[in-house]
């Protein structure tokens, strides 16, 4: 059964650290591209950070030089990571992890569950 479970939200002041956590299982996400989005009220959903299956990255304007995306592909299971630092109030939203593969004909797409992030003093 595949799943993405995330971790590691939480409330912390502006300029302070957080560390995301996804653990997708499966075997079939070690060819799968992984993402961070996140999506605060009222606003829509938006990719924060991407690391494809061969460990090139990409980053959103706003964090880049701020957060770094990390993935590990264990046997049957993706390890992905996203360490925030120097965090703003407008870093505050729902981070969701995601799971992408480009077929011929489709796209196929995992989500996890959401973890909520507050930066605030």
């Known amino acids: 059964q595949v799943q993405l479970v995330e971790s590691g939200g939480g409330l912390v002041q502006p300029g302070g650290s957080l560390t995301l956590s996804c653990a997708a299982s499966?075997?079939?996400?070690?060819?799968?591209?992984m993402n961070w989005y996140r999506q605060a009220p009222g606003k829509q959903r938006e990719l924060v950070a991407g690391?494809?299956?061969?460990?090139?990255?990409?980053?959103a304007d706003s964090v880049k030089g701020r957060f770094t995306i990390s993935r590990d592909n264990a046997r049957n299971t993706v390890y992905l990571q996203m360490q925030m630092n120097s965090l703003k109030p407008e870093d505050t939203a729902v981070y969701y992890c995601?799971?992408?593969?480009?077929?011929?004909?489709?796209?196929?797409?995992?989500w996890g569950q959401g973890t909520q992030v507050t930066v605030s003093s």
């Open positions: 995601n799971a992408n593969y480009e077929g011929f004909t489709r796209n196929y797409d995992y």
């Open positions: 499966g075997s079939i996400f070690s060819r799968y591209a």
């Open positions: 690391i494809s299956s061969g460990g090139s990255t990409n980053y």
